[in-house]
């Protein structure tokens, strides 16, 4: 057994699928069991925090249904661009109506198309005549078929489409006569033709991709809570007519927190799956990170092992548990976690890891992959690589990991690189990315009575995967994620 022969895995479920497959096949962790809560259950909408496994689930579905034998399982995956053109699709189909009325019409007339698309490669729907044979000729002459997201709304808009109409007429099995083919035409057949279909072999769209929707634009947090509305009607629609099929969309919960709907609350209590690795328990081997490194490794060495005792000395840092050490410097997602360890294993060179294999991953950990996630995550919600930028030179100029409002607001206003930083805008972003916590004191009072004298209270760490629901709280101590520390040349 040796520490480097063991494939931990990529940052990108995409890789894994193309260059790893195995990982997603024989290496996923489903403690909970969400693969099948989404094939028989009324889940559809994945959230997760970047990098907590949202694609994941997308990739594996996806390698399950081509591995499928006899070929009972189908899986599209579609990906909405950063380049999605949202003014085009304001106006897909004609209306007054306001945008939160339409737009849920403009997706499912989009998301129709792509169950009838999928449904097209079912050879045993199109020999049993399930299928509406013309809806399906209508598509292929549109030119709709096999087309992305994108493709989809250009091509539904452009001037060839109108020209179509005007020359194609449409007659179904029921119809007596040919009727002139319009966009509401074509709406109502995707709608008959999708809706009456019964069948056994499931088929899946997955969209993904939303993680690269975040913006200030009102106009694209309208379209993708419209996408959310679009799925749910699709997907009771397809139930209640016996349809074995479902629309399942892959969101970062910072974008779902904020959307706005009345019907929000209801879709994420009813019909979501929230991703969260963080396990607040004593004995860390116990928790699902933990347990997802070993089972990949189990994959490369052919037996169950424990990698952390089989390869890891057991104390670091001042005599310190090495697995609680390690897990400090992520904020416990699985591209985190499998990161560092990949960034330890390429210091290694032997059989065993040692400290000084451990230092030199985590400082590569630090400034090769960290800071970037974190500017990854802020990129959407600021505008300006500079104004990133800014915010990390701040963090620099602290000189230390742990500090107080009043001191970083002092820093800010004496620092003239600092001055076109909006302070209380830059520590919310960066904690809700947990770039940074609060030392918060606990409450009840400051101290507790032991042996006769007293006792400062212990202060609680709080950072945004710690706890999804906290907020940046001024008042409390700030500290600096230790992930990020070695980057910023900041001592712990």
């Known amino acids: 057994m040796n520490f480097k022969d063991i494939e931990f895995g990529a940052t990108e479920a995409e890789y894994e699928k193309s260059y790893l497959p195995g990982l997603l096949l024989d290496g996923y962790l489903d403690e909970y069991g969400y693969i099948n809560q989404i094939l028989k259950g009324p889940k559809f909408l994945i959230l997760g925090t970047k990098g907590s496994g949202k694609s994941a689930i997308g990739s594996r579905l996806e390698l399950l249904a081509k591995k499928a034998s006899p070929k009972d399982f189908f899986v599209t995956q579609y990906c909405l661009e950063r380049d999605f053109p949202y003014n085009t699709f304001s106006e897909l189909i004609p209306g007054k109506e306001a945008p939160e009325n339409r737009y ?48 989809l709304v250009t091509k539904a808009k452009k001037s060839e ?68 509305i679009a799925a749910d009607r699709i997907n009771k629609k397809l139930k209640d007519s016996g349809t074995n099929a479902k629309i399942v969309i892959l969101c970062r919960t910072d974008l779902f927190d904020r959307l706005s709907d009345s019907n929000k609350n209801k879709i994420a209590q009813n019909s979501s799956i929230t991703l969260n690795w963080y396990q607040d328990i004593t004995n860390l081997k116990s928790t699902n990170l933990v347990k997802l490194i070993n089972l990949r490794a189990k ?17 670091i840092d001042n005599n310190q548990p090495t697995l609680k050490v390690l897990l400090s410097y992520t904020r416990h997602t699985p591209r985190d976690f499998i990161e560092l360890i990949n960034k330890i294993k390429e210091h290694s ?4 890891v ?26 959407g919600f600021v505008d300006r690589d500079d104004d990133i930028n800014t915010m990390f030179l701040l963090l620099t100029k602290m000189g230390k990991s742990t500090f107080s409002y009043d001191e970083i607001s002092r820093k800010k206003s004496t620092d003239k690189e600092l001055a076109s930083l909006d302070l209380e805008l830059a520590l919310n972003l960066l904690y809700n990315c947990s770039a940074i916590g609060n030392y918060k004191q606990r409450s009840g009072g400051y101290s507790w009575r032991y042996k006769g004298g007293y006792r400062p209270r212990k202060k609680i760490l709080t950072f945004k995967y710690l706890n999804m629901h906290s907020k940046f709280e001024s008042n409390e101590e700030i500290i600096i994620h230790r992930g990020l520390r070695k980057y910023l040349n900041i001592r712990s």
């Open 161 to 228: 489409l109108e020209i179509s109409f005007k020359i194609l007429r449409y007659k179904s099995a029921t119809d007596k006569e040919e009727k002139p083919l319009n966009i509401d035409l074509l709406f109502q057949i995707l709608r008959e033709s999708v809706y009456s279909i019964e069948n056994e072999n499931i088929h899946l769209i997955i969209i993904d991709g939303l993680d690269d929707m975040l913006s200030h634009r009102e106009k694209q947090y309208r379209s993708i809570m419209a996408l959310l």
């Open 354 to 379: 040692t400290q000084f294999d451990i230092t030199n991953g985590i400082n590569d950990y630090s400034k090769e992959y960290f800071q970037r996630e974190i500017r990854d995550e802020l990129h």
């Open 349 to 352: 060179s032997g059989e065993k």
């Open 299 to 315: 994959i490369a060495l052919n037996q169950p092992i424990d990698v952390f005792d089989a390869f890891f000395p057991k104390t």
């Open 104 to 151: 849920p019409n403009h997706w499912e007339f989009l998301l129709l198309i792509t169950l009838l698309d999928s449904f097209r490669k079912d050879k045993i729907l199109i020999d049993s005549g399930e299928i509406d044979a013309s809806s399906l000729e209508l598509l292929e002459k549109l030119g709709l078929i096999n087309r992305s997201l994108s493709e």
